[in-house]
């Protein structure tokens, strides 16, 4: 998986082991991932988001 490119998608209603879990998984097996929200929002903690500053 060390040439993988995997995007994880996540919106704002999540278990942070539903995200941190696989994030962690994939990156032990040296594959390039992003998390990113359908939004463009930033993830800062469970619920609240916070936007991209241009």
Known sequence: M???KILI???LCFEQSELEVP???LRDA???VHVA???GNFITKEGEH???AA
Do not use: G, I, V, Y
């Open 50 to 52: 916070e936007r991209h």
């Open 2 to 4: 060390n040439q993988s």
């Open 30 to 32: 040296e594959a390039t």
């Open 37 to 39: 929200t359908p939004d």
């Open 9 to 11: 998608m996540c919106t």
């Open 23 to 25: 994030l962690n998984k």
